[in-house]
């Protein structure tokens, strides 16, 4: 399928036996065309998709029997053109019938034609005596120079320059199977005949050699970066292992966060209840404190107004000079009433009797106020 629109097909040939009639290629197809490409050792048969334009006078005219001659055909689809070279000369231009593109699944024979493809074998007429060398197929139409540079030299190596396009390799048809009078025999290239070849295999021999030391050297690179990734990777899992602790230990702080930012919250809603509550003792305190400072003030000057003690008092029964019995019946519920304020005394046993705590008794357990005033203070 590759040469179905364009191929090039170059060999080269040597003739050993007279005749028109010997093909040294012949390509017939499964259909039963046996002419789909045939090329014959003196051009009588140039034949494509089973119609002949013989070319023997130009092709003879430029061959001759015992010698090397390279020859080469070229054809495409696109340009219907078929084109003949010997030895990397254009001998021959046809164009080939319209619509055709050749056959698939054919079979090829080298050195005879066939009678019917690929059915009845070779003819028994038709053999090419000869010899031929260095047969290629290609996927693309050579140019004239690239034709021109395959004929310059039988014996070198030109046809590996255009490896990218050799489909059919004239070292892969040496391994096909063969059948009639075909041998092997010496193609006649001797080393001396291959210009610069020592030179060419000292050059790679020496790329050989600084190719086996960069593969060392990529080698020990390799080597090297290998152990580098097998430590990185064991400080990857350290890594993923403190990685792993690590969140864990962010998880159960964080958790302890929560749980701490609520306590939080909770105490500072508590601190809140107490500060107001606080504040309304304060206030209440506050207001206790003007109110206990005003009643100390008021008693102050209800101490300092108070009447003078009288220091003239010679016995205990002066007590009953005081308006409470003075001029008054005695009673018992005035009796009972004195007899209480003196058992109130017993609460300041070991206290000096001053003028104040005098005055105070006074004032809060027996005297009324106004008996001071009767009295003129």
Known sequence: TELAQKFSVCSWVRKLVSGSSNLWLSYGASSGIRDEFRMSDTGGYNYMFGSGNPIESSYTSRTSVGSWHHVCITWQYATRERLVYVDGEQIHSWTTPSGRRLAAGGCLLL???????????????????????????????????????????????????????????????????????????????????????????QQARQKIMELKLEIQQANIRINTTSTQLETSQLKLAETQEHLNSTKEILETTRENLVTK?????????????????????????????????????????????????????????????????????????????????????????????????????????????DACEDQGD
């Not at 391994?175 to 001396?192: A, H, K, Y």
């Not at 509550?277 to 206990?292: R, Y």
């Open 261 to 369: 930012t609520t306590q939080l919250a909770e105490t500072k809603y508590e601190l809140q209840v107490m500060g107001n509550n606080l504040t309304h003792t304060t206030e209440a305190l506050a207001t206790k404190t003007t109110q206990l400072a005003d009643i100390r003030q008021e008693l102050e000057v209800a101490i300092n107004k108070e009447c003078q003690v009288n220091r003239t008092v010679e016995s205990t029964w002066d007590l009953l000079y005081s308006p409470e019995f003075s001029n008054e019946i005695l009673t018992v519920e005035k009796l009972q009433y004195f007899t209480k304020n003196i058992e109130k005394l017993s609460y300041f046993v070991g206290v000096r009797m001053t003028d104040k705590i005098i005055r105070f008794l006074k004032l809060y357990h027996g005297f009324r106020q």
């Open 111 to 201: 050195g005879n034609d066939q009678d019917t493809a690929c059915v009845a074998g070779p003819a028994t007429s038709e053999a090419f005596g000869g010899e031929l060398y260095k047969l290629n197929f290609y996927s693309e139409v050579l140019n004239s120079t690239s034709i021109q540079q395959l004929s310059e030299d039988r014996c070198a190596d030109t046809e590996v320059e255009f490896d990218s396009i050799r489909v059919i390799k004239w070292e892969d048809i040496l391994l096909q199977t063969r059948s009639g009078n075909v041998q092997n025999i010496d193609s006649g290239c001797t080393i001396e005949d291959l210009p610069d070849m020592e030179e060419d295999l």
